[in-house]
């Protein structure tokens, strides 16, 4: 059943799959992610060569090979399950629970090796109208003092690979700067802190992690909250 509009999946997915929502990522991750994307397509296009698929028909292969990455990369680098929440009724977020035990998993990943400035959660969690048709708006302000900054790129890459196989919508975004997040955000969100850097400084911060991971149902939408 679509949301809204009988037409609206169709737009959706289509459009997602087209820009992949590139178009809303800082300078470093957009440039990562389309030489990943160029890099599979390079390796799978000479894989189907070696292997003589399409009788060795140069055009057919490369067809299939740029169809093929594209989808590939939306499924596990784009807003996959996003898109697919705001399609359809039936889709839910996994559970507060979840995506708590996520979140925990990127702080340790990005905090390992000390890559990033700050992690901060945005969107419906931190104006408390989470619910289970809401998706998680994490993003990571990565170093820029070293280059231990760019492992930030793959870490993200990982991290949403991982948020497609657990079935988790989630728009995570890696920023060169502070700047660049506060530009996109809505005004009335002040972030939660999953991570500050000691000397890191942002303009205005909501809720500690801490406490979320203490009492959930203090980001719920009180109306909704008995339905995760």
């Known amino acids: ?117 700050a992690i901060l959660i945005y969107g419906s969690m931190c104006r408390g109208e989470f619910h289970d048709r809401s998706d998680l708006d994490l993003r990571i302000i990565r170093r820029n003092d070293s280059w231990l900054g760019i492992l930030c790129l793959p870490v993200a890459l990982f991290l949403r690979m991982v948020s497609f196989f657990i079935v988790l919508p989630v728009d995570l975004q890696v920023a060169d700067s502070y700047e660049f997040i506060y530009g996109q955000m809505r005004k009335d969100e002040l972030p939660i802190v999953v991570h500050l850097k000691n000397g890191f400084d942002i303009k205005l911060t909501g809720k500690r992690f801490s406490e979320i991971e203490k009492n959930p149902s203090a980001v719920f939408m009180q109306e909704k909250a008995q339905r995760i």
């Open 1 to 117: 059943m679509l949301k809204q509009g009988k037409y609206r999946a169709i737009r959706n997915i289509s459009i997602g799959w087209l820009s992949h929502a590139i178009h809303s990522t800082d300078f470093s991750e957009r440039i990562f992610r389309i030489a990943i994307e160029i890099l599979l397509m390079v390796l799978c296009f000479n894989f189907i060569i070696s292997k003589g698929m399409f009788n060795s028909n140069i055009l057919s292969s490369a067809v299939v090979t740029i169809i093929a990455c594209h989808t590939i990369m939306w499924m596990l680098d784009g807003n996959f399950w996003v898109y697919m929440l705001d399609s359809f009724d039936w889709m839910r977020n996994p559970g507060i629970k979840r995506i708590i035990s996520y979140v925990k998993l990127c702080r340790r990943l990005f905090q390992v090796a000390n890559l990033c400035n």
